[in-house]
């Protein structure tokens, strides 16, 4: 049985799928920041606190003003000359108004807010954390002094920034408020307002309505003098023309014209209906008589209609006739006869209609033509008379117009000068349904919502800081990052361990001195894993590498080669020879001979292999560090050693320098039957571990899996526990990193 391992085509295979969203995993997430995020969470609700609790407090104050629509007038151009329309926008109109700054400087005016505390230096004790108290006081330290004019806009527009108008939607109400740091200023200043705005329309109304007094005297003594005047032109005109009933005479030429008219209409018709007669006959002059039967005249005259039907029964019996006899026969002479009387009644009855029609027309022509002389000799006598009459009417109209307008400025000016100050106070522009009130609590700030929303929101931030910190990640931390970025079986995982100063255990002997820890449990099922890789050739020769150094490869190599040794005969040998460390791990001198002399030729197997812990055991140091490690690797020598060493041991483990700093991994990987590749968790990017497997599978290395170190069990637990063994609750360990 051989468990797969992959192929450097597989490697470009990496699992980059989308994974289906486990809510576990968020969840894992936050347990694993749960500290951080709560501690920033506070940190942010402390700072909004301090900042909060350091504004002043703000109080807001509001008076309803209900804003009138009908109101009487005093005068206007829209009833003097009788026309009337609906200002619709008059209610936002009014809102404008109140928000007017002449409005407002009356305001300022009326209370002297120049002189008012609120406008003037605070002189109020100040909290140390205040900072925007010293940052003002800053500012103005370097400020020029301002002048009253510049103070009193200053003031102006602060008041109008603090003001709100606010209609009430479906009524004429309007909402005006104020927001102060002193409460009784903002009821004045809202009262105040609502109050001048009433004030200055009455005011206004009133002065228009003197101003109106005052027109109206003028303008009704131009009224009575051109009254006067139009009435002595109307006069004088009579007299001059001897006008004394003009309706009558003109009311009689117009009856005799419109008679006219009518018999006018009438004898053009009559001339239509029998022009079209006598121009069909015009028009069929010098032609056959019989071509005259087409005229509609001739077709309807009854006379013609019996000739011609006596026609058509002689024409049928002498038709009938002919079938029987000849042209000679006493009967066919009688038909014959009898027939051409009746063709030549019925053409003399057709000229005598013809004649008919002729006359007719000459007669209704004549008619219409005098008809038309009788009318227009009236209509000259009727212009005669309108000449009078319009300019009789001219004078009258303008009598007329000027009485009209001086009855009617004369009845206003009484009613005004009787009544002006009582209709101005009684069509108030509107009034205060309900004054604003000195507020005894702060409008703003909302100290508790504020910072209850802050720690909400700081929440929410540190939650997704966390989160973004966690995919901003890109170390290797768990089982399933490995199967999913490296696309390799995880061969299993070594906890993180803490050695305290009373503890005296060594972790490159762990697994001897600690066998029933986690650590050694965790060795024992990676031996198993490496175990069962394949049970039919058992791979002898393994290869222990990482990315780059304190990866803790070294530890595992040597309690690994340990664990092996309880069940065959080990071998462990220390390929690392730029920076060696087994030899003193196992109390050997740096002159007792090892790798590099046995391979150089220089010493014996027999004295190189020394072996350790009393066990199944054994052990090749890296010797003297030789100046070119990798080409005594390489050589053909070393080979040769390997292949004599595995037919006296069941493993052979061999410690090799990182794949990513040196090339002694990638020569070591041709000669080994697996590669176990050694991960520090939350420490190497998995970028890093990809490009160190890049480098052997480009020799076609036998990379068997990925043991993942130094392991926070703690944190492993939230995402996997039941995935990777047991791991020990009340403690953990830590050893060096190599």
């Known amino acids: 049985m051989e468990m797969p391992t992959l192929q450097p085509s597989q490697l470009a295979n990496l699992a980059s799928g989308?994974?289906?969203?486990?809510l576990r995993v968020y969840w894992n997430v936050f347990n694993k920041h749960k500290w951080q995020i709560i501690g920033l969470t506070l940190l942010i609700g402390l700072l909004t606190t301090l900042v909060t609790f350091s504004l002043q407090p703000i109080y807001r104050a509001t008076v309803t003003l209900l804003i009138e629509f009908d109101q009487p007038k005093i005068i206007s151009i829209e009833e003097v000359y009788g026309v009337s329309s609906a200002n619709k926008d008059y209610y936002q109109t009014q809102l404008e108004i109140l928000k007017s700054r002449s409005l407002v400087e009356k305001v300022v005016d009326k209370l002297n807010l120049v002189s008012h505390k609120a406008f003037n230096q605070d002189t109020s004790p100040?909290?140390?954390?205040?900072?925007?108290?010293?940052?003002?006081?800053?500012?103005?330290?370097?400020?020029?002094?301002?002048?009253?004019?510049?103070?009193?806009?200053?003031?102006?527009?602060?008041?109008?920034?603090?003001?709100?108008?606010?209609?009430?939607?479906?009524?004429?109400?309007?909402?005006?408020?104020?927001?102060?740091?002193?409460?009784?200023?903002?009821?004045?200043?809202?009262?105040?307002?609502?109050?001048?705005?009433?004030?200055?329309?009455?005011?206004?109304?009133?002065?228009?309505t003197k101003k109106a007094t005052t027109l109206l005297t003028e303008r009704i003594n131009d009224l009575r003098q051109k009254l006067s005047h139009s009435e002595q032109v109307l006069q004088a005109y009579l007299e001059e023309h001897n006008l004394v009933n003009v309706e009558g005479v003109k009311s009689v030429a117009i009856?005799?014209?419109?008679e006219m008219a009518s018999n006018l209409v009438k004898a053009h018709q009559q001339l239509a209906e029998t022009q079209s007669a006598y121009n069909q006959v015009q028009a069929l002059r010098g032609q056959a008589s019989g071509a005259f039967e087409s005229i509609t005249a001739v077709i309807n005259n009854p006379l013609v209609q019996r000739l011609k039907e006596i026609e058509l029964d002689a024409e049928k019996?002498?038709?009938?006739?002919?079938?029987?006899?000849?042209?000679?026969?006493?009967?066919?002479?009688?038909?014959?006869?009898?027939?051409?009387t009746a063709q030549a009644n019925t053409t003399k009855q057709i000229r005598q209609v013809i004649t008919g029609i002729t006359k007719e027309y000459e007669v209704a022509l004549a008619n219409v033509q005098a008809l038309e002389r009788s009318l227009k000799e009236k209509e000259n006598q009727i212009q005669d008379i309108n000449r009078n009459e319009y300019q009789l009417a001219v004078l009258q109209r303008e009598v007329e117009v000027n009485r009209q307008l001086y009855d009617l400025f004369l009845t206003r000016f009484k009613e005004t000068d009787a009544s002006q100050d009582i209709q101005a106070l009684q069509s108030k522009i509107g009034q205060v349904i309900e004054p604003a009130l000195v507020a005894s609590t702060p409008y703003k700030p909302q100290k508790k919502l504020i910072v209850a929303i802050s720690l909400v929101l700081g929440f929410l931030f540190s939650t997704l800081l966390a989160y973004l910190l966690e995919y901003l990640d890109n170390t290797i931390k768990n089982g399933e990052d490995v199967e999913q970025k490296l696309g390799l079986p995880l061969l299993g995982t070594l906890p993180k361990l803490k050695i305290s100063k009373q503890d005296p255990c060594h972790p490159q002997l762990m697994f001897l001195e600690k066998q029933t820890s986690q650590f050694?449990?965790?060795?024992?099922?990676?031996?198993?894993?490496?175990?069962?890789?394949?049970?039919?050739?058992?791979?002898?020769?393994?290869?222990?590498?990482?990315?780059?150094?304190?990866?803790?490869?070294?530890?595992?190599?040597?309690n690994q080669a340990l664990a092996l040794g309880q069940m065959e005969k080990t071998l462990l040998i220390d390929a690392d020879m730029r920076r060696p460390s087994i030899a003193s791990v196992f109390g050997l001198t740096d002159k007792a001979p090892g790798l590099s002399e046995l391979v150089a030729g220089t010493k014996q197997l027999a004295e190189c292999i020394h072996p350790v812990m009393d066990g199944n055991i054994d052990c090749i140091h890296s010797g003297l560090i030789p100046p070119n490690p990798l080409e005594l690797l390489s050589s053909r020598r070393f080979k040769e050693l390997l292949t004599q060493l595995e037919k006296h041991y069941g493993y052979i483990v061999i410690d090799s320098a990182p794949t990513l700093a040196v090339s002694d991994a990638i020569v070591l990987a041709t000669a080994a039957s697996a590669i176990v590749y050694v991960v520090k968790a939350d420490v190497t990017p998995y970028q890093m571990v990809k490009e160190g497997l890049k480098r052997l599978y480009q020799v076609n290395a036998p990379v068997l899996g990925i043991v993942l170190n130094q392991i926070n069990t703690r944190k492993l637990s939230h995402y996997y526990s039941n995935k990777y063994g047991y791991y020990n609750k009340p403690g953990y360990y830590s050893y060096t990193n190599r």
Do not use: C
């Open 126 to 208: 100040v909290w140390f954390w205040d900072w925007r108290h010293w940052w003002v006081q800053l500012n103005e330290s370097a400020a020029t002094p301002i002048s009253a004019e510049e103070k009193y806009q200053a003031i102006v527009n602060m008041i109008a920034a603090n003001l709100g108008i606010e209609p009430v939607r479906n009524t004429q109400l309007a909402k005006i408020s104020f927001e102060s740091k002193d409460a009784q200023l903002a009821a004045d200043i809202a009262n105040t307002l609502a109050n001048l705005y009433i004030e200055t329309d009455l005011n206004a109304r009133i002065a228009l």
């Open 317 to 340: 019996k002498v038709s009938e006739l002919s079938k029987r006899y000849g042209s000679k026969h006493p009967n066919m002479i009688a038909a014959t006869t009898e027939l051409n």
């Open 255 to 258: 009856k005799q014209i419109e």
């Open 520 to 558: 050694a449990e965790s060795v024992r099922t990676i031996r198993t894993g490496i175990m069962l890789s394949n049970l039919d050739t058992p791979r002898k020769v393994l290869v222990v590498t990482s990315s780059v150094v304190s990866e803790g490869k070294t530890t595992f190599a040597i």
């Open 18 to 22: 989308e994974d289906e969203i486990d």
